[in-house]
């Protein structure tokens, strides 16, 4: 049993009595497990993560796989992960359940682990795609909109480079050049081993 694998074994043990008769399917983190370039932390699983039991799957993937092209990296390189590992969920309008951001409750029960996930991995540095893993790992005050392409200290000790959620683009067209410019800059400084000391 590896080091990841035992982490996950307790994180299992510890949430699984915490919502007895609920389905939470955990979805957990995936790639390369052991001093990967970057370590890709995204907010929580959606549907099809939950179905497949993988993270950045369905269109999550689609954005991972642009986001690999533009860094020119391959997804054996890099580890991928979730702040929270459950679906969070909400019902819609129409009655229909729907993806919702993670609620404080679940942000304490989970960022500890995260934390505890990035000691066990080592990335040479972190990737956090939106609000929620930015705001977990740095200042509670941070955004996407004012430190975007910006390296941070993180609380795990290693770099961080926050990016815009790669679903935003679809909403926010404007954001397109703003997220490759930003994707290209991370790349630019990996190659050049421009990573700052955390």
Same mark, same amino acid.
Not at 100 to 128: G, H, M, Q, S, Y
Not at 163 to 180: F, G, K, N, T
């Given at each position: =049993?590896?080091?990841?694998?035992?982490?996950?074994?307790?994180?299992?043990?510890?949430?699984?009595?915490?919502?007895?008769?609920?389905?939470?399917? =955990?979805?957990?983190?995936?790639?390369?497990?052991?001093?990967?370039?970057? =370590?890709? @932390?995204?907010?929580?699983?959606?549907?099809?993560?939950?179905?497949?039991?993988?993270?950045?799957?369905?269109?999550?993937?689609?954005?991972?796989?642009?986001?690999? *092209?533009? /860094?020119?990296?391959?997804? #054996? %390189?890099?580890?991928?992960?979730?702040?929270?590992?459950?679906?969070?969920?909400?019902?819609?309008?129409?009655?229909? @359940?729907?993806?919702?951001?993670?609620?404080? %409750? %679940?942000? /304490?029960?989970?960022?500890? !682990?995260?934390?505890?996930? @990035?000691?066990?991995?080592?990335?040479? *540095?972190?990737?956090?795609?939106?609000?929620?893993?930015? +705001?977990?790992?740095?200042?509670?005050?941070?955004?996407?909109?004012?430190?975007?392409?910006? !390296?941070?200290?993180? +609380?795990?000790?290693?770099?961080?480079? #926050?990016?815009?959620?790669?679903?935003?683009?679809?909403?926010? +067209? /404007?954001?397109?050049?703003?997220?490759?410019?930003?994707?290209?800059?991370?790349? *630019?400084?990996?190659?050049?081993?421009?990573?700052?000391? #955390?």
């Amino acid at each position: =049993m590896t080091r990841l694998d035992a982490l996950y074994a307790d994180m299992l043990a510890f949430f699984r009595p915490l919502w007895p008769g609920e389905d939470k399917p =955990m979805v957990l983190g995936e790639g390369k497990a052991d001093g990967p370039v970057l =370590m890709m @932390i995204g907010e929580a699983p959606g549907e099809t993560e939950v179905v497949k039991r993988r993270p950045f799957v369905g269109k999550a993937g689609k954005n991972l796989d642009e986001f690999l *092209a533009l /860094a020119g990296l391959e997804r #054996s %390189e890099i580890f991928v992960t979730n702040t929270v590992k459950i679906r969070p969920t909400a019902l819609g309008p129409t009655g229909r @359940i729907k993806n919702r951001a993670p609620d404080k %409750e %679940e942000l /304490a029960l989970f960022v500890p !682990w995260l934390l505890r996930e @990035i000691e066990v991995v080592r990335p040479r *540095a972190l990737v956090t795609l939106g609000n929620v893993p930015l +705001r977990a790992l740095t200042d509670d005050k941070n955004t996407v909109g004012s430190v975007h392409g910006q !390296w941070l200290e993180s +609380r795990a000790g290693v770099p961080l480079f #926050s990016l815009y959620h790669p679903a935003s683009i679809i909403y926010r +067209r /404007a954001l397109a050049p703003v997220y490759e410019s930003d994707v290209m800059r991370l790349s *630019a400084d990996l190659s050049a081993g421009a990573l700052p000391v #955390s």
